[in-house]
C-alpha cells in the first residue's frame, strides 16, 4: 500500500533529520543563539560567535541544491504519482510579517520548529513551554489566514 | 573530529534527509509545514505523522547516543513568548528554518531566499536586544 510506503520513508528521513540536527549541535538553544549574536563577532554583549548553525545549513544545502537541481519535470517520485512542490512566486506581505515573527521567536529561545519538535524528551521542561505555545500559534495562523 | 566538521556533517545528513523526501514522496522537508498540517488534516496526514515520529523518536535516541547537551537560553515567559512567535509566523510566512531555509534556498525560489534573510536578521537583532538589555541590568 503506497501509504504505507510513503510513512516508512517519512519515518526514516525524521530519524535521519534528527541524526543531523543532533551531530549538528543544533538540539542546544546555546549554539542557535550564539550564532545569530553577530554582535559578538564585533565584541559587543561578551559573548563568542558560534559559527555552527552556518557549517550545519551550508552541508544541508549542498545536498538539498543537488537533489533539486536533480529533477527534472518528467520524473516521478517512488510514491505518489507527481511531485508536490510550492509554485509560488511572489513575495508578499505575509511572507516578510511570518518572517520577522517567526525571526524574533527564534533569536529569544534559540529554537525552530524542527530541533523544537525534536527535543520533546530531551529539552525538559522548557521545550514543554515553548511546543505547548508554538502549536496553537500555528493553529491561529493556519485559522485566521487559510 | 574539529566540531565544526561535525556540524557540517551533521548537515550532510540533514540534506540526505531532504533528498529522501524529494525522491522518495516528491515533497519538501519543511517541518513548520509538516507539523502544522499534521494538526489541522489528519485523515490525508499519516507520513507526516511519520515523519514526526522519527524526528521525535530520533532525537531522544540521538541525544542519549552522542551525549550532547541541551541548555535553554529563555525565561518560561520569553519561551511561550516565543513559542506563540514561532508557531504563528512560520505558518503565516510559509515556511521555516528547513522548508525556507534548506529547501527553498536549494529549490533556488525567491521566496524563500527573502524569507531566510528576513528571519535571520530578525534573529540576529532580537539577540543583539537581549544581549543589550542583559548588559545594561548587569
Known sequence: MSNIRAATIALFAGILFAAGLTLGGMMDPRKVQGFLDVGALFGWGGGKWDPSLAFVMGGALVVSLFAFGTVKSHHVPWVGARFELPTRRDIDAKLVVGAILFGVGWGIAGYCPGPALSSLFTGGTDILWFLGAMLPGMLVAKKWFS | MHPYLVSLFGGLLIGASVW???????????????????????????????????????????????????????????????????????????????GHGVCGLGRRSPRSLIATFTFMVAGMATVAVIRALSGSAA
Open chain 2, 20 to 98: 529522501l523526501m524529494l525522491a522518495g514522496l516528491g515533497r519538501v522537508t519543511g517541518i513548520s509545514g509538516i507539523a502544522a498540517t499534521a494538526l489541522t488534516a489528519p485523515k490525508e496526514s499519516l507520513w507526516r505523522y511519520a515523519f514526526l515520529i522519527g524526528l521525535i523518536g530520533g532525537g531522544l535516541l540521538f541525544m542519549r547516543l552522542f551525549n550532547t547537551a541541551s541548555i535553554g537560553v529563555a525565561s518560561t515567559p520569553g519561551l511561550i513568548v516565543a513559542g506563540l512567535l514561532v508557531g504563528f509566523g512560520t505558518v503565516l510566512g510559509g515556511g521555516c528554518t528547513s
